[in-house]
């Protein structure tokens, strides 16, 4: 049972009244960080809201007003100084109470002073490292940071530690202060911490959509020989069916071309309107009606349908791009000559 606060406020309760009151738009923003078990129990919990009295209303929203400003704290010195600050704001007490409900989740993260440091700086202090250092360090960097510094990375070592990520689990926080200690008399020190959950698929997908397609391709090519059930896990994840839109015009229609009707009409089922409307704006008039038309006519439809329908297009997508035929657009250093 969901635990409530000395109001009578259960925590998906209070999800849901700060949901309502954010309004669709930006709830729908939210909703795409939510897992579908949690987006299933929020959506019950608003639907099953009737009323909200302004003062339970003005409560959720001063709480999560005060849990940002304590992640912002956080973010800018550490718990300390959030606890400094937020005393001065709100009170001894309050301000222990809003920190409690953040220890768990809101530890600073190792390596902060190295995500700080410029790619082009950190990449002379842990190029001759071992993969496995190189792997946990890329681990807490943002993707773009990490896609720098394994484009910069010899070749030979690149897919070693795209692998080592993808691998990567749970790392002892004594394994984590040893590796900070390399780093500490250039860089900077942080205090220990907690077993933190890092790396994984998820982490190397973010990375390889921002590195250049060549370093991209080599790194795939290679896990495809070492591990091709790794690659395969990573390859699904790396374009959805809703990153058409970073294809332009010419691509999508190349892309159509190759495409079956019935499918596109299951996979655009579940789109939503952007995609929707950057298709139809490559299709002919008679045909986007008869589209429309077949929609409407087949009802509701199974998720798994779509799902399978739109992974055949992006199948088709990547094999395009393979062939030279498509350029996806990519936020890393993919050059484009005219």
């Given amino acids: 049972m969901a635990k409530k606060s000395e109001s009578g406020i259960t925590g998906l309760q209070k999800a849901a009244i700060l949901l309502i009151s954010l309004g669709p738009e930006r709830s729908a923003g939210l909703f795409k960080h939510l897992k579908d078990d949690e987006i299933e129990e929020l959506t019950l919990e608003i639907a099953n809201t009737r009323s909200v009295t302004p003062q339970v209303k003005e409560e959720v929203i ?3 007003y005060e849990v940002c400003l304590a992640q912002q704290y956080i973010a800018e010195g550490g718990i300390g100084y959030a606890k400094e ?3 001065k704001a709100l009170g001894n007490e309050k301000a222990m109470e809003v920190i409690g409900k953040l220890t768990a989740s809101l530890q600073v993260k190792p390596f902060e002073f190295v995500r700080k440091t410029e790619p082009s700086q950190l990449i002379n202090f842990i190029q001759d490292e071992h993969p496995q250092t190189i792997a946990l360090i890329l681990s807490y960097l943002s993707p773009g940071q990490s896609a720098l510094i394994v484009s910069a990375l010899p070749p030979d070592r690149q897919a070693d530690v795209a692998k080592r990520i993808a691998m990567m689990d749970r790392t002892s926080p004594d394994v984590i202060k040893e590796v900070e200690k390399v780093l500490e008399s250039k860089l900077a020190s942080l205090v220990n911490q907690d077993y933190t959950v ?10 390889l959509n921002t ?14 020989i070492e591990e091709p059930e790794l690659a395969d896990e990573i390859r699904k994840k790396m374009f959805v069916f809703e990153d058409v839109l970073l294809l332009d015009d010419r691509a999508i229609q190349r892309v159509l071309r190759d495409v079956d009707n019935s499918d596109l009409e299951m996979a655009l089922k579940g789109a939503n309107e952007q995609v929707q409307t950057a298709i139809f704006n ?4 008679r045909l986007v009606t008869m589209i429309k038309e077949d929609m409407e006519f087949m009802g509701p439809v199974r998720m798994k349908d779509v799902e399978e329908s739109q992974q055949k297009i992006v199948n088709i997508i990547r094999k395009l791009e393979d062939a ?6 990519r936020g890393g250093g993919d050059e484009i000559i005219v």
């Fill in 62 to 64: 001063n709480e999560f």
């Fill in 85 to 87: 600050l937020l005393d």
């Fill in 198 to 207: 890092i790396g994984g698929v998820d982490a190397v997908v973010e990375i």
């Fill in 211 to 224: 590195v250049d397609r060549g370093t991209e391709k080599h790194i795939m090519e290679t896990l495809e």
């Fill in 282 to 285: 490559n299709l002919s008039k």
């Fill in 324 to 329: 030279g035929e498509i350029v996806i657009s």
